[in-house]
Structures are given as C-alpha cells and as structure tokens.
C-alpha cells in the first residue's frame, strides 16, 4: 500500500511544472519569490502531488480553475517544505467559495442556553475531511506578505494541528524529545496573548490567537512566514520552536 503510494507520488513529483503553474505561482504567491532555488523545486514537486491528491470542488456557483488550485496548493505546501510529509492525510477536499460565506453558528450560553445565529467566516479547518476557502480573501491575503495574515497558511496550520491526533497546538514534531518544550514555550506565549488582550495591550500577534491553543498555533504560523523578523524579535523562544517544527528560518532570507 505505502510503496505503491510513493512510486505514484515520485512518479508525479517527476513530471515538469506547467510554465503557466508557475506564472500562477509568481504571480499569486509572492512568499514564492523569497525561497531558495533548491525550495523552489522542492515547492513544486509537492504542488504536483498535492494537486494530484486532493479533490477541490467550487461552492456558490465558482467555477474551479488552475489558477485556484494552484494558489492555494502552493501556499499549503510551503508549510511542507524540508518535512517528511503524508500531504495532509485526514484531507480530501478543499471546497472554495467565490467570497466570504456564510454559516450557521451556534453558541453555547450560561444555564445551558443555546444561541443560534449567521456567522461570516473567510475560511475554515474540518478536523477531518475538508478545508473551506473564500477565493477573494485567498488571493487577498496572499497578495501582502507583510501584514501577518495569509488564510490558507493559517487553516492548513489547522490541518497539520490534527495530523497530531490532538487539535491542541501539539501537531506531529519531527523530533518527539521537543514537545516538552514545544509545550512550554506555546502555552507562555498564548498566556502572554490572554492577559494582553483583557489589558488592552498593543500586541504583535493577532488578538484572535487568545482564542484557545489551536488558534495560537495557526495565528503564530502566519506571522512566522509574513513577518518573520517582527516575531524571531520580540517573542523569540516561539520563533524558535517554530523554526525547529517547519524547518525553515524565514528570518534569515
């Protein structure tokens, strides 16, 4: 089973990128233009799988297109880079609304209340089986690499926090004897988060990490690849730890 899986991937990873992927890539994904040659290639490859793998269906009437799939595997995939990697294996598809979408969300209120009411979501992470995306905000977050929010890295951040089997900000280390630290260093800093935001303190990170962990996580990944040198600043323990689980030290290039 696994062998026939990795001769069928290598066999993709093989193949020739599109030279129209890859001025969908330069021109999308701007994140693109700061990797090395070798992550380039590397980036490549595992588009071809991914879009091989994964299923992307349109909502609200878009239309699926190259231009959409390659977007987003590109961005997903930065997250694999320089990692053993089963691509996301609890995912199947990536369903993509033209715009912000609405849900029903029900909230769980004191004596056992129940509030039932619209939500406007960007985006969202199915602990298994899909990923939702709103197009405008895929192509919108993606075009400032500067602003510290980027959706698709922050739902697939998502994705790799459940291939640990916990949705708790402890996804899968390359190096089990770092989750004692991996621990440590994230619960210090979501704490920090928390009593930043009751105090109304300015902060770095995005006030919505306070959330609970899983958040955190997510909301920490993007500013680690959209503002690298900010985060390594003035929270560099989390850089750090960061650095150790994507394998990548974005502050350096």
């Given at each position: 089973m696994f ?119 960007l985006g ?103 503002r690298p ?25």
């Amino acid at each position: 089973m696994f062998g026939l899986k990795n001769w069928q991937r290598n066999r993709l990873a093989s193949r020739r990128f599109p030279n129209e992927w890859l001025a969908i890539v330069e021109r999308n994904v701007p994140l693109y233009r700061r990797l090395t040659p070798d992550d380039k290639k590397e980036l490549q490859r595992h588009i071809l799988i991914f879009t091989a793998e994964k299923k992307f269906e349109g909502c609200a009437g878009l239309q699926i297109t190259d231009e959409i799939k390659v977007t987003i595997a590109a961005q997903a995939c930065i997250l694999l880079l320089h990692r053993k990697t089963d691509y996301y294996p609890g995912l199947y598809s990536i369903l993509v609304y033209p715009q912000s979408y609405l849900v029903q969300k029900t909230q769980h209120l004191v004596g056992n209340l129940l509030v039932e009411g619209p939500d406007i979501r960007l985006g969202e992470s199915w602990h298994r089986g899909a990923v939702v995306l709103s197009w405008d905000d895929v192509r919108r977050s993606a075009a400032d690499i500067h602003d510290g929010h980027n959706i698709v890295l922050h739902e697939f951040a998502h994705q790799l926090d459940d291939s640990g089997g916990k949705g708790d900000s402890t996804p899968v280390l390359q190096r089990r004897c770092r989750y004692i630290t991996w621990a440590r260093v994230l619960q210090k800093d979501y704490q920090k988060l928390q009593r930043d935001v009751i105090r109304r303190c300015d902060t770095l990170l995005d006030e919505y990490g306070a959330t609970n962990p899983a958040e955190f996580f997510a909301v920490t990944t993007e500013f680690f690849f959209e503002r690298p040198k900010e985060l390594q600043k003035l929270h560099p323990d989390l850089y750090e730890e960061l650095r150790h689980f994507y394998q990548q030290d974005p502050a350096s290039l």
